[in-house]
């Protein structure tokens, strides 16, 4: 079993940057398929960004196109976190971001988009985007 907390959201500008921590506790969470997800306000849970192993089982890293080339996720072995780094925040970034985990370790790049395929999950951290 695994526990996800996340920390690091708050209130900023457009433009600003903010990153965002996952804790895991009870496994490793180096080991696991990690997403981060968001959900604004009257809007579907989407996905963010995600990193797994693919092929030759070496770590690639996934993002929605709403977020491409301005969040970057990175792992922490020592601490046993996942970070989101989001630079360049617009409005329409706002939300509820959530990280979770899965227990899949060969998740295929198909199914990570999906938030049904992760199975632990953290409460959310709040993250506003306003002037």
């Known amino acids: 079993q695994v526990q996800l907390v996340e920390s690091g959201g708050g209130l900023v500008q457009p433009g600003a940057s903010l990153t965002l921590s996952c804790t895991a506790s009870g496994r490793t969470l180096d080991s696991l398929p990690v997403g981060w997800f968001r959900q604004a306000p009257g809007k579907e849970r989407e996905f963010v960004g995600g990193t797994r192993w693919s092929g030759c089982r070496a770590h690639s890293k996934h993002y929605t196109d709403s977020v491409k080339g301005r969040f970057t996720i990175s792992r922490d072995r020592a601490k046993n976190t996942v970070s989101l780094q989001m630079n360049n925040l617009k409005p329409e970034d706002t939300a509820v971001y959530y990280c979770?985990?899965?227990?899949?370790?060969?998740?295929?790049?198909?199914?990570?988009?999906?938030?049904?395929?992760?199975?632990?999950w953290g409460e959310g951290t709040q993250v506003t985007v306003s002037s």
């Open positions: 979770a985990a899965s227990s899949t370790r060969g998740l295929v790049l198909s199914s990570i988009w999906n938030s049904g395929n992760y199975e632990y």
